[in-house]
């Protein structure tokens, strides 16, 4: 079954946005399981043309299947009106030609979202995306050989690290202690996902965010441990959809300098600041994509 919004799958999967690691690719499709109404549907999607073409198994229906995968491939997100968008803006004017067919890939899961973006902090794209699989195959539901993200009373309860899984279970010796959040390579990361799941049982709705204004959220979100300004705002974009979000860090900084400040150095905060009121409801896009065509282009390797 198609879906005729146009899209780079491969792309869009690759492209380590922290909403959740890259489905599982079988040869030219990929493969994964999301939760649809609270039932398991594991979901095959392939390129066909510029679109997206899909199967899936699981107890819904074609129209439920439909739209759970417009939802996590952003695919009623207009792409054309965007690239106008970008044509008429002279330092982003190229950046469709580099990335034609990225899109958004949303979380099915914004809990699976939030702790992908604290693992994501100071690490590499490969490192983050195998911690957050180990998490899901050691303490996620199995459907076939597909991991769902564990619920939050299950990761609060997942052990911290070696010691801490020696000391509370009958395992004889410490080398054999590989059930626990550390064995996963989030490293330091541990204790923030252990007090981030303590914070959303005991204060915190993660249902509530989508309510919010994006200010509100954002603020709410900077309470959760091992979450700074440009954590929030990805699990903003890539967990909720707030579009008007633009993640900053050292590479956006160096590209928009580089593009709009004839190479000044500016602060961090300024440059979000910068994109959020520059580009408005496409910045989530418009930085997606200037990542990406820095990547592509040779540029980020200029601005090394």
Known sequence: MIIESPIDLELTQISGQTSQPPWKQFDNSFRDVLTVNDKPVIFEVKQSGEFLDFDFKGDISQKEAISKLKYVYDLDF???????YLSNHAELAEMSEFCNGLRLFLADNPFECVISSICSANNSIK????S???IKE???NNHEGFYTFPDIPTLQDAFLDDEEEF???DI?????CKNNLKSCGVGYRAPYMRKACELFTLEMDLSEIPKMSYDEAFETILKVPGVGPKVADCILLYGFNFKEAFPSDVWIKRIVSYLYFDGKDISVPKVREFGME???DNAGYVQLYMFHYARKSGLMAKLK
């Open 278 to 280: 520059e580009f408005g």
């Open 132 to 134: 957050i699989s180990d």
């Open 127 to 130: 490192r983050w995306t195998k």
């Open 138 to 140: 050691k303490w996620g």
């Open 172 to 176: 004889d010796d410490i080398c054999n």
């Open 167 to 169: 000391e509370l279970s």
């Open 78 to 84: 207009d792409l054309d009106r965007f690239y106008k």
